[in-house]
């Protein structure tokens, strides 16, 4: 599934990275602790967390993961949307808390191996 797809199947609000919605999505990851997801994310998945500050941004580019996922409504701060947009990784915003965002995420196939 392409990011384009899975933001309008969502109602993911697009923070920055418009121009990377043709990005093919291989998996998900869930987790808000920056170690964690060095570790354990891959590259392909999208990344839900509540996280907001810029160190987000550079584990999304170590990892090459597909997109970040923000939770809760929560908006990335000024300096995140700065250097997600230098580095090209796109920011979306979602309403739901990670748990029901992250069961829409598998319902939608997102996941399934």
């Known amino acids: 599934m392409k990011l384009k ?5 969502l109602s993911l ?3 920055c990275g418009e121009n990377t919605l043709d990005t093919e999505i291989t998996g998900g ?14 590259k392909g998945d999208v990344w839900v967390t509540m996280q907001v ?3 987000i ?3 999304a580019v170590l990892k090459e993961v597909a997109a970040i996922i923000i939770v809760q409504g ?12 230098e ?9 739901l808390p990670a748990f029901q965002l992250v069961g829409k995420l598998y319902e939608s196939g997102i ?3």
Do not use: F, M, W
């Open 74 to 85: 929560r908006e990335p701060n000024e300096d995140t949307l700065k250097k997600a947009k």
């Open 87 to 95: 580095e090209n990784i796109p920011i979306l915003v979602s309403k």
């Open 57 to 59: 941004v550079a584990v």
């Open 13 to 15: 609000i697009i923070r």
């Open 5 to 9: 797809e899975l933001t309008k199947k």
């Open 53 to 55: 500050h810029v160190n």
């Open 29 to 42: 990851y869930v987790s808000d602790l920056l170690s964690d997801v060095i570790n354990n994310a891959q």
């Open 111 to 113: 996941g399934k191996t």
